[in-house]
């Protein structure tokens, strides 16, 4: 018998001895255990939020993606979703469960190894406040202290708190709150008991259970919850088969709703955080900054929207280039090695890289994610040239080519390409300067170049306003008479090469009146107007609106558009003649708060009419509006009366050899610049005028932008008097104290400046043109343009 009693009694001893050894280490740790002011006291790391003016958020920078909620926020499924899944017995035991870490023992034991813990949410908290994830008895045994320790300084739901807030859940998603914003773009008290069970399962694992890279094992682990749920009487059978029916259907929607949750405000959230990083350092990163912009989400929407529709049409009429790259896909091969082939081609919105599984002249099978689609018809229209065994081997599409697809709603899936063509997109409030929606490129993440703000670029045509407003100034009207016949500069004088300047469409249409030259762009009466009130005088001029005089010499060839212009500086200058003759800035940030949500910084905008300086005469302002409604009425840009309005006016830009093209138009209350070309300039192709290229994009922007706002006539100013035109077909309006007898004509030029028959020799040399060399190109993007830091609040 006592042959049976010694074991027992040596395990009991030893058992003793265990318990008196950890007691001892225990006694000797707890004095050395931290401080718990990072949970009494806690300041999580909150990201800097870019927002737009109406609250929708914009983006976020910084390691963490967090959003503090307190527990009373907290929806009761998703509590009662992460009780099951982690800590059942959480507001029962006193930070450690016994029952638990007994399981857990026995189960490793069994195993041979440590591959199964037991942590509370309370021991979770101190791990993740206090402690490395090192797997450990020693760890394990501080990890046990402290939960004790937390528990005697803070309440359950305090600890639950401080758990929903920081506890990693993958995406940079910190807290369940960052989290329903990461995976499903909804803020946490609008979940749903799937989404609260997926959620709930992620601390286990938040890359094995991640719904965006891995849906199949998420939807598996969701399903573990909802059962859990079940069995700790959470939810009832029949909740549960309801909600497991929906978390298929879920499952299978994650990937649309990470689309959704794109931001369409990606310029403008890095425009806004180098605001923030010059105001506030490094820190602004984790100080819970928010800044509130400027733009609305209706007109960034539209604006995106319009942008992309505009490069894509754009990208259509010059077709197919052939798939991206191609990999080796052998016969039997499964879903995970197509997978491997897609992992390096990223998204672009909603352009969406596939991998083609068959071709044909009539069918293209392509593989994305799990899915197989068939595309057919219609969605095979762009790339049909490709499909033929005559294409070119290494433009084809066929079996392991790599592939875009677009789902276009109703008319089913198609295969398109990235599109290499820019472009860029800004609209202004021309009574503040406050930026209404602003697209840089055609997708941030894959060209961060600001072509609103960084891109300087000839303006071609649609400076020509500026000319003509500069001679409204030096006597004329917008009936005055100018030739519009060939002009010659012969070489020698204009550098290297002689210059004869055209018309875009080769015509020449002799006396014309100024309004009617605008309308029609003719180059050559802007070039006889230019040179009748002189360079230098339009120099000086067109810096009233903003411009840089060192960007635009004093040469014939201004008349033209040769100088450089951003569309941020487009914007500012057209939006003189939309206010009625005031200078405002453009700005992008209307307010900052900080971590407490105190204002901090606050723009308080000079506005027309009322602060902001006077720059040209009322009437010059009115007198180029009603010139520019023309151009919209009957000249180059006839494209934008499909809007069915009255109030627009504006003028379209395209620049030689069609590098750039450009459409600058407003109303009374609102000014938007598009323009379209390569980011390296070249060739856009012929016929890719500023109104075939540019003025789509406004038109579809202004569409939306417009659609709520009636209809403005702006009253004529004081001291324009009427006056019949040169054409006797109209009257037209000029200063009154310019007043001519008869509708003036520009003066008499040397006669070899109008010759087309060869150099002249007996011109006075200052009345012969220069023409300069093309502004000079950065082979790399100049420094961000950083808009004005919004004027700190007064103490």
Request: proline letters at 8%; charged letters at 25%.
């Amino acid at each position: 018998m006592r042959w049976v009693l010694y074991p027992i009694a040596g395990l009991v001893a030893l058992a003793i001895l265990g318990m008196a050894t950890l007691a001892a280490m225990s006694i000797l740790a707890w004095p050395n255990l931290p401080s718990l002011e990072s949970l009494t006291d806690y300041r999580p790391r909150i990201p800097l939020r870019v927002y737009t003016s109406d609250g929708h958020l914009l983006g976020e920078f910084g390691e963490e993606r967090r959003t503090v909620v307190r527990i009373a926020d907290v929806p009761p499924t998703l509590k009662q979703a992460i009780l099951a899944a982690e800590d059942e017995r959480f507001y029962e035991h006193p930070g450690i469960d016994v029952l638990g870490i007994a399981r857990a023992a026995l189960s490793n034991i069994a195993s041979g190894g440590r591959g199964q813990g037991a942590s509370t949410i309370t021991m979770q908290v101190a791990r993740n406040f206090f402690l490395s994830r090192e797997k450990t008895y020693n760890r394990k045994l501080y990890e046990i202290l402290l939960a004790l320790k937390i528990e005697r300084s803070l309440s359950k739901d305090q600890i639950l708190e401080l758990y929903i807030n920081q506890i990693y859940l993958g995406q940079r998603a910190y807290g369940f709150s960052a989290a329903a914003r990461a995976y499903f773009n909804k803020p946490l008290a609008e979940i749903t008991l799937p989404e609260a069970a997926m959620l709930a399962g992620l601390p286990k694992a938040p890359s094995a259970y991640n719904p965006i890279v891995n849906p199949s094992r998420a939807a598996l682990r969701q399903q573990y919850v909802l059962r859990r749920m079940v069995e700790a009487g959470f939810i009832d059978e029949a909740t549960y088969h309801d909600a497991s029916e929906a978390a298929t259907v879920r499952a299978k929607a994650i990937e649309p709703l990470r689309r959704s949750s794109v931001s369409h405000g990606d310029y403008v959230a890095e425009m806004a955080r180098q605001i923030a990083v010059e105001q506030f350092g490094e820190e602004a990163y984790q100080l819970g900054i928010r800044i509130v912009t400027t733009v609305t989400q209706a007109d960034q929407d539209a604006a995106y929207a319009a942008l992309r529709r505009g490069v894509l049409d754009y990208d259509r009429r010059h077709g197919y280039r052939g798939p991206e790259t191609f990999v080796d896909l052998p016969a039997g091969i499964d879903e995970e090695r197509y997978d491997e082939a897609l992992a390096d081609t990223t998204d672009y919105d909603d352009l969406l890289a596939a991998l083609v599984l068959d071709a044909s002249a009539k069918s293209v099978k392509v593989y994305r994610h799990g899915t197989t689609l068939e595309i057919t018809d219609d969605g095979l229209r762009f790339v049909t040239p490709m499909l033929s065994d005559k294409a070119p081997q290494a433009r084809r599409i066929r079996r392991g080519a790599i592939v875009r697809i677009r789902d276009t709603g109703e008319k089913g899936w198609e295969i398109l390409q990235l599109p290499e063509v820019q472009s860029a997109l800004v609209s202004m409030d021309p009574h503040t300067g406050a930026i209404r929606a602003l697209v840089g490129g055609f997708d941030f993440n894959r060209n961060k170049f600001n072509h609103v703000t960084q891109a300087i670029r000839q303006p071609g045509s649609s400076f020509k306003p500026f000319i003509y407003s500069a001679s409204l100034e030096r006597g004329y009207g917008p009936g005055s008479l100018v030739e519009d016949e060939p002009l010659y500069f012969p070489a020698g004088v204009t550098g290297s090469q002689a210059w004869e300047p055209k018309n875009y469409d080769g015509k020449y249409d002799g006396l014309m009146t100024l309004r009617d030259a605008l309308a029609r762009s003719k180059n050559l009466v802007s070039i006889r107007v230019l040179q009748s009130i002189t360079p230098q005088y339009a120099q000086d001029y067109v810096s009233r609106f903003g411009f840089d005089p060192a960007r635009h010499p004093p040469y014939l060839t201004m008349a033209l558009g040769a100088g450089g212009v951003t569309p941020w500086e487009m914007a500012s200058a057209y939006g003189v003649f939309a206010n009625g003759g005031y200078r405002v800035e453009p700005y992008i940030v209307k307010e900052i708060y900080d971590g407490t949500g105190k204002l901090v910084a606050k723009m308080d905008p000079p506005v027309a009419g009322e602060s902001a300086p006077r720059v040209i005469d009322p009437r010059n302002a009115w007198l180029m509006d009603s010139m520019m409604q023309d151009v919209v009425r009957r000249g180059t840009a006839t494209r934008a009366r499909a809007l069915g309005r009255n109030d627009l006016a504006g003028k379209t830009g395209t620049t030689n050899d069609y590098l750039d093209g450009w459409f600058c138009g407003y109303n009374p209350d609102l000014v938007a610049i598009a323009w379209m070309g390569f980011s390296q300039p070249k060739n856009m192709g012929r016929g890719e005028t500023g109104g075939s290229s540019a003025l789509p994009i406004w038109v579809n922007y202004m569409k939306t932008a417009l659609a709520n706002s009636p209809e403005k006539t702006r009253e004529r100013p004081p001291g324009l008097v009427s006056v019949p035109t040169g054409d006797g077909l109209r009257e037209d309006f000029v200063y009154e104290e310019n007043k001519p007898a008869t509708p003036p004509v520009l003066p008499d030029l040397p006669a070899s400046l109008f010759s087309d028959h060869g150099p002249a020799t007996e011109a006075p040399e200052e009345a012969l043109p220069q023409v300069p060399a093309a502004p000079p190109r950065a082979t790399q993007p100049p420094a961000p343009v950083v808009d004005r830091v919004p004027t700190p609040v007064q103490r």
